[in-house]
């Protein structure tokens, strides 16, 4: 099920979501609807906070990447990336290399048509549990370390524009009025329906 996003300004992409301690079929599902609404909204990752649930959950698809942008090893070992996409992580626990860090170009599917040169360590190690529960480590490098880490922010109320400094603030903090103040218009003018 393609499932509504949340959008900048709603204050529930500002909270720490809630670690989940079910792992049952409706966790399983509610991973799938994720990745669909991902592939619908055409982004690489998706965290629960965006589609208004504060659980610590979040799903990934880097096989739109191409792949010379990205190294990751999985339990130890170096897997096809095929075979292990889309992925889920849950309850992810997240250890950064503070060396090297590098910069690269962010958006947000819940913050449409903003995007900003973000600065984050190169190099990750997340644990987390899959929908079943299973403990897992990976190490990720590139671009998959920065989608990591923007995704786990989102379980945090961290969003990529908050990482905006100097002179590129003055204009993204314009750029965000004219979007909340858009999103604000849209809101009071679509019907009831569409907030189910
Ligand atoms: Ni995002």
């Keep these: 099920m393609h499932l509504p996003l949340t959008l900048y ?6 909270e720490k979501a809630h670690p989940i301690q079910t792992f049952d079929a409706a966790l399983a599902t509610l991973a799938d ?5 991902m592939y619908a909204e055409e982004g690489v990752g998706l965290a629960a906070p965006q589609i208004g649930l504060g659980q610590r959950l979040f799903v990934i698809d880097m096989r ?5 942008d990205y190294t990751f090893v ?7 990336v095929e075979l292990v996409m889309p992925m889920t992580f849950v309850n992810p626990v997240l250890l950064l290399d503070p060396e090297p860090v590098v910069q690269g170009e962010e958006g947000c599917l819940s913050i449409p048509g903003l995007r900003a040169e973000v600065s984050r360590p ?11 529960g299973g403990e897992h480590t990976l190490q990720a490098s590139g671009y998959m370390a920065k989608v990591i880490q923007h995704e786990f922010d989102h379980l945090n109320g961290v969003l990529f524009i908050d990482y905006v ?6 204009q993204i903090e314009r750029d965000l009025a004219a979007l909340e103040a858009e999103l604000a218009g849209s ?3 679509a019907p ?4 189910p």
């Design 122 to 132: 190169d190099r990750i190690e997340v644990r987390f549990q899959d929908v079943r």
């Design 33 to 37: 609807d994720m990745v669909e609404t």
């Design 9 to 14: 300004g709603d204050p529930l992409l500002r």
């Design 165 to 170: 400094k100097g002179r590129a603030r003055k």
């Design 74 to 80: 999985l339990d130890g070992r170096s897997v096809p």
């Design 64 to 68: 739109v990447v191409p792949s010379e």
């Design 187 to 189: 809101r009071a003018t």
């Design 192 to 195: 009831e329906s569409s907030h």
